[in-house]
């Protein structure tokens, strides 16, 4: 019992994690949260309503979003017609957030200089001001970038 009540509330911790970190529903972020504890190879249509007790639709809806977000995939058994699904092979999952995360720090690179550039040229006090800061901050975000792109380059290694 004890086992069960901890894992439930792994579940609901990891699906509070990924509502915010992925922006998923309430929902879709439970079911991912499941895939992620359960110790089942992978996990039907019918075990989601199951474990989750919403409508076949929110779960239809919820592992569809899933999927196209490429958290999950599924496979088949021979001589049975269910899906079963899985999260995403996590060397491919991790690279991915990796990449996500790399984007992000070049746009945020690419934004805190272009305002620079321009507050250097339209206003340099403020520029002057500011300038170790956002030097500081750029060295941050420059590092973290070499960080994602060495950690990514050695995940694809490993596969």
């Known amino acids: 019992m004890e086992k069960e ?21 309430p929902l879709a972020a439970r079911i991912f949260g499941n895939l992620v504890v359960t110790e089942e190879v ?15 639709s929110s779960i239809s809806t919820s592992l569809n979003l899933l999927l196209q977000l490429g958290m999950i995939t599924y496979f088949t058994k021979s001589g049975d017609r269910r899906r ?10 991790f690279i991915k957030k990796l990449e996500q995360a790399l984007k ?3 746009k945020e690179s690419k934004m805190i200089q272009t305002v ?6 339209y206003n340099p006090e403020k520029y002057a001001s500011n300038k170790p800061k956002i030097e500081a901050y750029l060295e941050c975000l420059s590092q973290n970038e070499k960080t994602y792109q060495d950690t990514i380059e050695a995940l694809k290694k490993l596969l």
């Open 5 to 25: 009540e901890n894992k439930q509330r792994l579940i609901e911790e990891l699906g509070v994690h990924f509502e915010a970190e992925y922006n998923l529903p």
């Open 42 to 56: 992978g996990l039907t249509f019918d075990d989601c309503l199951t474990k989750r007790g919403a409508s076949k």
């Open 116 to 121: 620079a550039e321009y507050d250097q040229k």
């Open 84 to 93: 079963y699904f899985k999260i995403s092979d996590k060397s491919t999952f």
């Open 104 to 106: 992000k720090a070049a």
